[in-house]
């Protein structure tokens, strides 16, 4: 099938110049960034868990010293990254992502490609969650910043910007 032309499909100059600029995987240095985030939404599920190429950016920034941040649905990107050293980046980490609560009260649990929450544990990840559903919430765990739901967002770029901003 054919592909939509990014210059007639956005009518925003400015946004159409970035996304024709925008750089392909391979042409990142992970060495050019200090974090990186993974945002959320259901389509993620489906797009980061499989991406070998964002993964080793993820990981390379990790190695690197620098912050690896998901918030909500965003977390399925580090569910497989591995470091070079073979273990996994989430195995032992105090982390958060969309609940199985949330899942359901979004009607979309019989949806989802598999259960973020439980993916989470099965991997190792010390999940947590806010006791209310849909409020905002962090967890931190060093380097590793993660936000539960969509509320979390400003929260969890705030606290990416104090981590890169400690010494």
């Not at 985030?37 to 620098?66: C, F, K, N, T």
């Not at 969309?98 to 989470?120: G, H, I, N, Q, Y």
């Not at 999940?127 to 967002?153: C, E, F, H, I």
């Not at 606290?159 to 010494?167: F, G, I, M, T, Y």
């Amino acid at each position: 099938g054919g592909g939509v032309d990014v210059g007639e499909a956005v009518d925003d100059a400015m946004l159409r110049t970035l996304l024709l600029r925008m750089a392909a995987l391979a042409q990142i240095d992970a060495g050019d960034f200090d974090a990186i985030l993974y945002a959320g939404g259901h389509g993620a599920m489906v797009d980061l868990p499989s991406d070998a190429g964002l993964q080793r950016l993820a990981a390379s920034i990790w190695e690197h010293g620098g912050v690896v941040a998901s918030v909500c649905h965003g977390v399925a990107g580090l569910l497989d990254v591995t470091l070079p050293d073979g273990s996994s980046l989430i195995a032992g980490k105090r982390l958060t992502g969309f609940s199985s609560t949330e899942e359901r009260l979004a009607r979309l649990a019989d949806v989802v490609p598999f259960d973020v929450e439980t993916a989470l544990r099965e991997r190792g990840a010390r999940y947590a969650k806010a006791v209310l559903p849909m409020v905002p919430y962090v967890v931190t765990d060093g380097r590793l910043v993660t936000g539960q739901n969509p509320a979390s967002a400003k929260a969890t770029a705030k606290r990416v910007v104090e981590v890169l901003a400690a010494p």
